[in-house]
């Protein structure tokens, strides 16, 4: 492997103070160098990078909590009710039975001891994880992946910031008759260092980077799990979090609380830049190596500098001083030339050297100028950096926005969907017991025709039958009297409660519709605080933004200051010229400035032009957005009509559904008044056969008593 440059360095450094020690040479040049004017630089810049790690700690410190809860997590029995037909029920539990009892009109037939129903109640039993505290842990989860997705993307996109390590000298001296000017100037930039923090629990071997990577991927894996995937449908929890039992004692949902209140009250990015600049003074050493690198250069100036005897093709220009009297003389004696012609030659001779002199200073110019679009090209990367930062960051926020609209329009959604299934379920469950009661009535009507027959039938059979017949056919009917009235009692007692059992689901109805109006309220809460929460953290990147900004702006503007005070002491020796050009200068600027205005008076007549545009554009927008409000209103007007129009239709099948409820009642009743008068018109029938036979009875009777006493007549006769 090659040397380093700090080894290489070293042995140079040897080798140069060998060479040079006890040098003629290098001590005159050393003597002239410090006899001379000498200026040193020494500048320094460092960018320290550093993570907070507290959030990460308090993640690493609940990863065991969350990691128990997601193994093992909390469960509870659903049981669901549902009624289905016989051929379709699974099992026939204690439930099932006492709900057949309570609603014999699912009762198909009943043959002795054995009930044949067509609809039985069904009890479906299952495992579900959505508990309170299990649904707290899921939005726990969520809201963690954002919390690190966030300051993931931010600390791996950090743009690397340049440190800079500058050096200048310059420095003027005299050797002999030789005049030496000396200049130098080195920088090096190289790119920031990576980004690190303190040692944590995972090792002192262990970076900032790697613990993040870690925590990112032990959550990714969390949110991934059967757990969360159970709990996908699940409604997440609002804040404040409830202190269950369970939240309260359990240590590891404890631990889950702290988390959720540690990241709901940090509000920073999770790392800082810090800037480190220094001027420092240059040592005795450091100017002594300069010093001999001055010396060695000027060497080899000296060493590659054309002799008079060397070889090769040469560009030679042959130079004769003159004095200035010398030539006007020539000018005057060997030549007829008039005064003003010598003036003229004299004031070309001046202008051509003037405009040599002002070409030299626009190259100069040029070069100033060139240093400063440097300058200005690498303050403006500085700034597209920081842009570039800012804007990704408010897309990455707008991205988490919309996911969270996304995310609260699916629940939405999902809640719509619930409650159309709902409305659904009840519109069918209506239509069945409407159907169920049709049936019913039905059944009743053939029942009562059937029961008529019979009892026609039997009234004739009792007619031709003996009178003990008649005797246990009238005990026979009055037990069956009995029971009748009790199984109406009884089916009274079922309609009652039936009403009751309705009068309560309504009721249930009610207060789920008041649930979901008040989750809906806690729904809109959070999302005004989440909002609120946005905007402050915007708020914060903003000023951090705008300090460090604030903090470049300083360093440019000292920068600036240096360059234009350099600007000024090259200027000072040229004031002269400028102020003779002054006057063309302001005849030029004033030229400028009157096409500048010409353009500025366009340009106004333009935006003029354009402002009028666009009022006339607003004006038609205004239109159409009033048009549309009309249109708008109209549409309202027209679904609040149809609305009412289906509120009406509604009433008015309620009305019919009463209407027919009523009717099927009186139905019931004039059938149960036709079956009292029945009875009673029977019972009288049973009481003057009872009558008539009671009085035959007596008749047979005291006929048998007379014939008993005429046949002891007969016998004592």
Same mark, same amino acid.
């Given at each position: 492997?090659?040397?380093?440059?700090?080894?290489?360095?070293?042995?140079?450094?040897?080798?140069?103070?060998?060479?040079?020690?006890?040098?003629?040479?290098?001590?005159?040049?050393?003597?002239?160098?410090?006899?001379?004017?000498?200026?040193?630089?020494?500048?320094?810049?460092?960018?320290?990078?550093?993570?907070?790690?507290?959030?990460?700690?308090?993640?690493?410190?609940?990863?065991?909590?969350?990691?128990?809860?997601?193994?093992?997590?909390?469960?509870?029995?659903?049981?669901?009710?549902?009624?289905?037909?016989?051929?379709?029920?699974?099992?026939?539990?204690?439930?099932?039975?006492?709900?057949?009892?309570?609603?014999?009109?699912?009762?198909?037939?009943?043959?002795?001891?054995?009930?044949?129903?067509?609809?039985?109640?069904?009890?479906? $039993?299952?495992?579900?994880?959505?508990?309170?505290?299990?649904?707290?842990?899921?939005? =726990?989860?969520?809201?963690?992946?954002?919390?690190?997705?966030?300051?993931?993307?931010?600390?791996?996109?950090?743009?690397?910031?340049?440190?800079?390590?500058?050096?200048?000298?310059?420095?003027?001296?005299?050797?002999?008759?030789?005049?030496?000017?000396?200049?130098?100037?080195?920088?090096?930039?190289?790119?920031?260092?990576?980004?690190?923090?303190?040692?944590?629990?995972?090792?002192?071997?262990?970076?900032?980077?790697?613990?993040?990577?870690?925590?990112?991927?032990?959550?990714?894996?969390?949110?991934?799990?059967?757990?969360?995937?159970?709990?996908?449908?699940?409604?997440?929890?609002?804040?404040?979090?409830? $202190?269950?039992?369970?939240?309260?004692?359990?240590?590891?949902?404890?631990?889950?609380?702290?988390?959720?209140?540690?990241?709901?009250?940090?509000?920073?990015?999770?790392?800082?830049?810090?800037?480190?600049?220094?001027?420092?003074?240059?040592?005795?050493?450091?100017?002594?190596?300069?010093?001999?690198?001055?010396?060695?250069?000027?060497?080899?100036?000296?060493?590659?500098?054309?002799?008079?005897?060397?070889?090769?093709?040469?560009?030679?220009?042959?130079?004769?001083?003159?004095?200035?009297? $010398? =030539?006007?003389?020539?000018?005057?004696?060997?030549?007829?030339?008039?005064?003003?012609?010598?003036?003229?030659?004299?004031?070309?001779?001046?202008?051509?050297?003037?405009?040599?002199?002002?070409?030299?200073?626009?190259?100069?110019?040029?070069?100033?100028?060139?240093?400063?679009?440097?300058?200005?090209?690498?303050?403006?990367?500085?700034?597209?950096?920081?842009?570039?930062?800012?804007?990704?960051?408010?897309?990455?926020?707008?991205?988490?926005?919309?996911?969270?609209?996304?995310?609260?329009?699916?629940?939405?959604?999902?809640?719509?969907?619930?409650?159309? $299934?709902?409305?659904?379920?009840?519109?069918?469950?209506?239509?069945?017991?409407?159907?169920?009661?049709?049936?019913?009535?039905?059944?009743?009507?053939?029942?009562?025709?059937?029961?008529?027959?019979?009892?026609?039938?039997?009234?004739?059979?009792?007619?031709?039958?003996?009178?003990?017949?008649?005797?246990?056919?009238?005990?026979?009917?009055?037990?069956?009297?009995?029971?009748?009235?009790?199984?109406?009692?009884?089916?009274?007692?079922?309609?009652?409660?039936?009403?009751?059992?309705?009068?309560?689901?309504?009721?249930?109805?009610?207060?789920?519709?008041?649930?979901?109006?008040?989750?809906?309220?806690?729904?809109?809460?959070?999302?005004?605080?989440?909002?609120?929460?946005?905007?402050?953290?915007?708020?914060?990147?903003?000023?951090?933004?705008?300090?460090?900004?604030?903090?470049?702006?300083?360093?440019?503007?000292?920068?600036?200051?240096?360059?234009?005070?350099?600007?000024?002491?090259?200027?000072?020796?040229?004031?002269?010229?400028?102020?003779?050009?002054?006057?063309?200068?302001?005849?030029?600027?004033?030229?400028?400035?009157?096409?500048?205005?010409?353009?500025?008076?366009?340009?106004?007549?333009?935006?003029?032009?354009?402002?009028?545009?666009?009022?006339?554009?607003?004006?038609?927008?205004?239109?159409?957005?009033?048009?549309?409000?009309?249109?708008?209103?109209?549409?309202?007007?027209?679904?609040?009509?149809?609305?009412?129009?289906?509120?009406?239709?509604?009433?008015?099948?309620?009305?019919?559904?009463?209407?027919?409820?009523?009717?099927?009642?009186?139905?019931?009743?004039?059938?149960?008044?036709?079956?009292?008068?029945?009875?009673?018109?029977?019972?009288?029938?049973?009481?003057?056969?009872?009558?008539?036979?009671?009085?035959?009875?007596?008749?047979?009777?005291?006929?048998?008593?007379?014939?008993?006493?005429?046949?002891?007549?007969?016998?004592?006769?």
């Amino acid at each position: 492997m090659n040397k380093s440059y700090l080894e290489l360095y070293l042995e140079y450094k040897d080798y140069l103070a060998s060479a040079t020690t006890d040098n003629e040479f290098y001590d005159e040049m050393d003597t002239a160098i410090n006899s001379g004017t000498n200026s040193y630089s020494l500048f320094n810049r460092y960018f320290d990078k550093k993570i907070d790690l507290k959030w990460v700690e308090e993640i690493e410190a609940c990863i065991i909590p969350l990691d128990n809860i997601i193994r093992v997590p909390r469960k509870f029995i659903v049981q669901e009710e549902e009624i289905v037909p016989i051929e379709r029920a699974r099992k026939i539990t204690n439930e099932s039975i006492r709900h057949l009892a309570q609603h014999t009109n699912m009762i198909a037939k009943v043959e002795g001891d054995d009930v044949t129903p067509n609809q039985i109640l069904n009890v479906f $039993r299952e495992e579900s994880y959505e508990v309170y505290e299990n649904r707290f842990v899921f939005t =726990l989860m969520q809201n963690l992946v954002r919390f690190i997705d966030v300051r993931y993307n931010v600390l791996f996109n950090i743009s690397d910031d340049d440190n800079m390590a500058s050096l200048k000298m310059e420095s003027d001296f005299t050797r002999g008759r030789e005049k030496i000017q000396y200049k130098l100037e080195v920088s090096a930039q190289s790119a920031g260092s990576d980004v690190e923090g303190e040692a944590g629990p995972e090792g002192e071997n262990a970076t900032a980077f790697q613990r993040i990577e870690r925590v990112k991927r032990i959550i990714n894996e969390y949110a991934n799990s059967s757990f969360m995937k159970e709990l996908r449908n699940c409604v997440p929890v609002r804040p404040p979090i409830m $202190r269950t039992n369970a939240i309260q004692k359990n240590p590891n949902f404890r631990a889950c609380l702290k988390l959720w209140q540690f990241i709901q009250s940090y509000n920073e990015l999770g790392y800082e830049i810090t800037v480190k600049e220094s001027n420092d003074m240059v040592s005795a050493e450091y100017m002594n190596e300069l010093n001999r690198m001055t010396a060695m250069n000027y060497m080899m100036l000296k060493a590659n500098t054309l002799s008079e005897d060397a070889v090769g093709k040469q560009k030679k220009r042959k130079l004769k001083p003159k004095l200035l009297k $010398r =030539l006007a003389e020539e000018l005057v004696m060997d030549y007829d030339m008039e005064e003003v012609e010598i003036q003229r030659v004299f004031v070309d001779e001046v202008k051509r050297v003037s405009r040599k002199k002002i070409e030299g200073e626009k190259k100069i110019q040029e070069a100033i100028q060139r240093a400063l679009d440097a300058e200005n090209a690498r303050k403006k990367a500085i700034e597209d950096k920081i842009k570039a930062k800012i804007a990704h960051e408010k897309e990455m926020e707008r991205r988490r926005i919309a996911r969270e609209k996304e995310r609260i329009k699916r629940e939405k959604e999902k809640e719509r969907q619930r409650i159309k $299934r709902e409305k659904e379920r009840e519109k069918a469950r209506i239509a069945k017991e409407k159907a169920l009661a049709k049936e019913k009535a039905k059944k009743e009507r053939e029942r009562a025709a059937k029961l008529k027959a019979q009892e026609e039938a039997r009234i004739a059979k009792e007619k031709q039958r003996e009178e003990m017949r008649i005797a246990r056919e009238k005990a026979a009917k009055l037990a069956k009297i009995e029971k009748e009235k009790a199984a109406k009692a009884k089916a009274k007692e079922k309609e009652r409660k039936a009403k009751e059992l309705a009068a309560q689901k309504a009721k249930e109805k009610a207060a789920a519709a008041k649930q979901r109006e008040k989750e809906a309220i806690a729904k809109a809460r959070a999302a005004q605080a989440e909002k609120e929460r946005l905007a402050k953290e915007k708020a914060k990147q903003k000023a951090a933004a705008a300090k460090a900004a604030q903090a470049e702006k300083e360093r440019v503007a000292k920068e600036k200051a240096k360059q234009k005070e350099a600007a000024a002491k090259a200027a000072q020796a040229e004031k002269d010229r400028i102020a003779k050009e002054k006057a063309k200068e302001k005849e030029r600027l004033a030229k400028e400035k009157a096409k500048q205005k010409e353009a500025a008076a366009k340009a106004a007549q333009a935006e003029k032009d354009r402002i009028a545009k666009e009022k006339a554009k607003e004006k038609e927008r205004a239109a159409k957005e009033k048009a549309r409000a009309k249109e708008k209103e109209r549409i309202a007007k027209m679904r609040a009509a149809e609305a009412e129009k289906q509120r009406i239709a509604k009433e008015k099948a309620k009305e019919k559904e009463r209407l027919a409820r009523e009717r099927i009642k009186e139905q019931e009743r004039a059938a149960k008044e036709k079956a009292k008068e029945k009875e009673r018109i029977a019972r009288e029938k049973a009481r003057a056969k009872a009558k008539e036979q009671e009085r035959l009875a007596r008749e047979r009777a005291k006929a048998k008593e007379e014939k008993l006493k005429a046949n002891k007549a007969v016998k004592n006769g």
